[in-house]
């Protein structure tokens, strides 16, 4: 799935599918701790943090580096249980980076290695033959197409861990089952009280 892009637009657009608890909680992971958290789910929250994903997929595939906005403020999320503070893009579980990876090369780099390679046996037609005086030269190139590997799936996600709301940003957050050291929202960076 490729979509249509306007001449000289080098953005592309994604629409993918990707696994909640019942409880419409996406699974976060700690970079520094490790441990595993849940924060409920916002589309825009998302955004923000598969952009620089994808970002970073595309600079291991060799695209340049985008300007980015400097008016823009970086968001950030906060560990509930070692308080670190990262960007959203960071705290994506390392399944979940596997599947975005997985569905960028099935969904678009496969699909324009194998535009590309078409092209060029085109440009060759079956058999290029020239012949003139002593030299001869015949070049054969054929591409097959590649197919392509399944869709990647996301998910199931487990109903697990404790879901813990926050009087200071009137969100929710699922934390581990018996985990009472709670000190600092996700969200906004506020100090917490558990009773």
């Known amino acids: 799935m490729i979509p249509d892009q306007p001449e000289g637009d080098e953005s592309v657009r ?6 909640t608890d019942s ?4 699974r976060r992971c700690c970079p520094s701790c490790g441990r595993d958290f849940k924060l409920e789910v916002d589309e825009a929250d998302l955004v923000t943090s598969l952009q620089p994903a ?10 340049e580096p985008s300007a980015e906005n400097p008016a823009a403020e970086p968001q950030y999320l ?9 960007e959203p893009s960071e705290t994506l579980t390392s399944t ?12 678009y780099l496969l ?3 194998n535009a590309m390679l078409s092209g060029f046996a085109d ?10 005086g002593l030299i ?5 190139f054929e591409h097959e197409k590649a197919i392509l590997p399944p869709r990647p799936i996301s998910g199931p996600e487990p109903p697990d861990m404790t879901i813990v709301e926050l009087l200071c940003c009137g969100k929710r957050v699922k934390i581990m089952d018996n985990w009472y050291g709670l000190k600092r929202c996700p969200y906004c960076g506020t100090d917490v009280a558990l009773c």
């Open 78 to 86: 906060y560990c509930p249980y070692c308080e670190h503070r990262a």
């Open 14 to 19: 994604f629409s993918l599918t990707f696994s």
């Open 136 to 140: 001869s030269l015949e070049i054969n």
């Open 96 to 107: 979940f980076e596997e599947y975005l990876k997985r569905y960028a090369m099935r969904e």
């Open 54 to 63: 994808f970002r970073r997929m595309g600079l291991e595939i060799g695209a």
């Open 111 to 113: 699909p324009k290695v």
């Open 123 to 132: 440009s060759f037609g079956r058999n290029s033959r020239r012949s003139g």
């Open 23 to 26: 409880d419409q909680f996406f």
